[in-house]
């Protein structure tokens, strides 16, 4: 498996948008992806992402 690295982008309730690059292979699931940048945000000192996976921008760059 070549490991790649994905962008996801996640609405906020605030209105903006956070990305957060996620490094996995290129076969991984999508809701992987999301919930690994999920976690990543809600650990963060930023407001609340939205939890929805149909919310979520996910798209590989590498």
Same mark, same amino acid.
């Given at each position: 498996?070549?490991?790649?690295? +994905?962008?996801?982008?996640?609405?906020?309730?605030?209105?903006?948008?956070?990305v957060y690059r996620v490094y996995?292979?290129?076969?991984?699931?999508?809701?992987?992806?999301? +919930?690994?940048? +999920?976690?990543?945000h809600d650990e963060g000192p930023?407001?609340?992402?939205?939890?929805?996976?149909?919310?979520?921008?996910?798209r590989r760059v590498g």
């Amino acid at each position: 498996m070549e490991s790649g690295c +994905w962008l996801v982008a996640l609405p906020s309730i605030d209105g903006r948008e956070y990305v957060y690059r996620v490094y996995a292979p290129g076969d991984a699931l999508l809701a992987d992806l999301f +919930w690994e940048a +999920w976690h990543c945000h809600d650990e963060g000192p930023f407001p609340r992402a939205s939890d929805l996976f149909d919310a979520a921008v996910i798209r590989r760059v590498g």
